[in-house]
T-cell receptor
Framework: GIQVEQSPPDLILQEGANSTLRCNFS?????LQWFHQNPWGQLINLFY???GTKQNGRLSATTVATERYSLLYISSSQTTDSGVYFC??????????FGKGTSLLVTP | EAGVAQSPRYKIIEKRQSVAFWCNPI?????LYWYQQILGQGPKLLIQ????????DSQLPKDRFSAERLKGVDSTLKIQPAKLEDSAVYLC?????????FGPGTRLTVT
């Protein structure tokens, strides 16, 4: 199946800093989603972005499908941004294949 | 619009006991998924339904896990008998046109 690699695995930021999370995938995709898993375990949809660029407030994402990667940008980070960020892809119309996630801690 | 609902939120059982989880997808979503998330890992698919038919259950341990989606709406996932390694969060998701939405999950602890 399709392989998903996320980097970095762990990230510690001070409040107000910016960061970029990367997702590489091994094949063409029909679907790519970014999620934030909060400390209570809820997976929150951030972006549905199989290609192109989207922005939502302090977050933005870009997927370059031809080069098989996606980037998630977090600007002016806040403590509430802490948690695990997952990239997940699908290339067959079936279930999502998840990466191992990036664990983000934002300190005051 | 209501999200994906799951119950119970937490369950503690002893090994060899049985347990069942319930999921109600977003209204109108034909596709329903059950994922298992072990601590420190990303979710992994157990079973996918399209309406009330199974699309993919290749990763479901069928000797102990079963799932059904009667009438193409609600779904239940059952484990019988449970093993220690089944301790995980069980996530239900639904989709209509590609984008998947997840419920809050059921955290299962097997002692």
């Amino acid at each position: 199946g399709i392989q998903v690699e996320q980097s970095p695995p762990d990230l510690i930021l001070q409040e107000g800093a910016n960061s970029t999370l990367r997702c590489n995938f091994s094949d063409s995709v029909n679907n790519l989603q970014w999620f934030h898993q909060n400390p209570w375990g809820q997976l929150i949809n951030l972006f549905y972005i199989p290609s192109g660029t989207k922005q939502n407030g302090r977050l933005s994402a870009t997927t370059v499908a031809t080069e098989r990667y996606s980037l998630l940008y977090i600007s002016s980070s806040q403590t509430t941004d802490s948690g695990v960020y997952f990239c997940a892809v699908d290339n067959s119309g079936y279930a999502l294949n998840f990466g191992k996630g990036t664990s983000l801690l934002v300190t005051p | 619009e209501a999200g994906v609902a799951q119950s119970p939120r937490y369950k503690i059982i002893e090994k060899r006991q049985s347990v069942a989880f319930w999921c109600n997808p977003i209204s109108g979503h034909a596709t329903l998924y059950w994922y298992q998330q072990i601590l420190g890992q990303g979710p992994k698919l157990l079973i996918q339904f399209q309406n009330n038919g199974v699309v993919d259950d290749s990763q479901l341990p069928k000797d102990r896990f079963s799932a059904e989606r009667l009438k193409g709406v609600d779904s239940t996932l059952k484990i019988q008998p449970a093993k220690l390694e089944d301790s995980a969060v069980y996530l239900c998701a639904s989709s209509f046109a590609g984008e998947q939405y997840f419920g809050p999950g059921t955290r299962l602890t097997v002692t």
